[in-house]
């Protein structure tokens, strides 16, 4: 057995040691290529993701809304879910996407947050109690949870007995925002002081009139031509905010009269616009006028077992269109409603709806635009003949409250505008 001398063996152990060292060297260097080439893989492809996600960075940056006209559509709660495919969304459809994880979302934040109220949204306190805020929280689907991110405005400085609306206002990191109300009923004490009891004709007592809070303004939104088509859904959304306003109402659609008492049960005011709305009419004497204004008044008792003696000029007091047909007229009617007894409101806000033809956002940019640059109650003209007056009412109501406007009917104490006669 020559093959089995020491010598022998231990060359054949040799040998196998260099055969498997050789392997082990093979195995290493094909682990080392194919480790290197995948390296090389994914840096080729690490670039992809970051500069799609600088990308739509950048959109979301400039695609931002922040200002409320800008972003009416989606301030309005349960709206905005239907824009979560917006432009951008397709930007991001590159395979490597999905390949390799991106640390943050992709999709650029088109969605509102969403607001919940703890407690009721419509509460009731007795005068006296102090209210205790019952609490909120906002979540964002991109931010997580933006509580601290909500404004509260409409906290009246003095609870007395009437309506308040809290406002609950959040912006998301991209500018999407919400915007709630809660409604807060402060009903008057066991006994109340009784106020004496007047002979003049009143309006059907509403809410006590709402005090103004210091930092705050009123807005009194006023709604002229009606009762129409279009109103029962003015009177709805009204009162699904609780908003009382007040309504200069005309004879033009008979057949909506009895809405007017509607809206003096709903607590809201009414004053007299015209029977007719026509200038050849209530322009050319007094005579006509007072008729016209008569016959109207007539209606609203008929409807809402009260005469008004609250009215709007058609036209307003400034308008120079009343010289066509009486020159001076304006100046004596002025005098002669104040004779007997009356009290006439021009406007310092217009929707300029009059004319119609405006969309939505342009009654509520004229609006909203209008009470930001007054320094004091606004007395706000609208039009419930025009559905676009209509379809904007709950923004311009959001807005105001979320901004800490009062809104309220017109009382016997309001200030009223007037404007200066031309005629
Ligand atoms: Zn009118």
Redesign the pocket.
């Known amino acids: 057995m020559k093959n089995n001398t020491p010598a022998q063996i231990a060359r054949r152990q040799r040998r196998k040691l260099a055969i498997g060292t050789l392997a082990a060297v093979v195995i290493l260097s094909l682990a080392v290529i194919v480790i290197y080439a995948a390296l090389g893989k994914l840096g080729d492809e690490t670039p992809m993701p970051s500069s799609s996600k600088q990308a739509e960075t950048h959109t979301s940056a400039t695609g931002r809304a922040p200002s409320l006209p800008e972003s009416l559509p989606a301030s309005l709660p349960g709206t905005s879910e239907a824009e979560s495919n917006t432009p951008g969304a397709s930007e991001n459809g590159t395979p490597a996407a999905s390949e390799a994880p991106v640390p943050e979302s992709p999709v650029p934040d088109t969605t509102a947050p969403v607001i919940t109220l703890n407690g009721e949204q419509a509460l009731s306190i007795t005068e006296g109690n102090p209210y205790t805020e019952p609490g909120y929280t906002a979540s964002d689907d991109v931010d997580g949870d933006i509580t601290d991110r909500v404004v509260v405005s409409g906290i009246p400085a003095e609870w007395v007995p009437g309506t308040y609306h809290i406002g609950y206002y959040v912006e998301d990191m991209a500018g999407n925002s919400a915007t709630l109300i809660r409604t807060v009923s402060v009903v008057a004490a066991e006994t109340p002081p009784a106020p004496p009891e007047t002979a003049a004709p009143e309006p059907p007592a509403t809410e006590a009139p709402v005090a103004v809070a210091p930092n705050g303004r009123t807005v009194y939104l006023t709604i002229?031509?009606g009762p129409c088509e279009n109103t029962e859904r003015l009177l709805n959304i009204l009162d699904q905010y609780g908003v009382k306003v007040t309504f200069?109402v005309?004879g033009a659609f008979p057949e909506y009269a009895p809405l007017i008492g509607e809206e003096a049960r709903r607590g809201h005011t009414v004053g007299v616009?015209?029977y007719t709305?026509d200038y050849s009419v209530i322009y050319i004497t007094e005579e006509g006028f007072f008729a016209d204004f008569d016959q109207m008044a007539s209606v609203v008792e008929q409807q809402a077992g009260f005469r008004p003696t609250l009215l709007?000029f058609?036209?307003g007091s400034s308008n120079q269109k009343s010289a066509d047909y009486t020159a001076g007229i304006m100046t004596r009617l002025v005098a002669a409603v104040t004779e007997r007894g009356l009290r006439y409101c021009d406007w310092n806000v217009s929707s300029g709806d009059?004319n119609g033809g405006l969309t939505a956002e342009q009654v509520y940019a004229n609006v909203i635009d209008g009470v930001h640059k007054l320094n004091k109650d606004a007395i706000v003209l609208l039009?419930d003949t025009h559905s676009t007056t209509i379809d904007a009412m709950p923004a311009i109501i959001e807005t105001l409250l979320a901004e800490g406007y009062t809104l309220a009917p017109i009382t016997e104490q309001t200030e009223l505008a007037h404007h200066t006669v031309f005629n």
Do not use: V, Y
């Open positions: 002229d031509d200069f005309t616009h015209s709305h709007r058609p036209g009059g039009h």
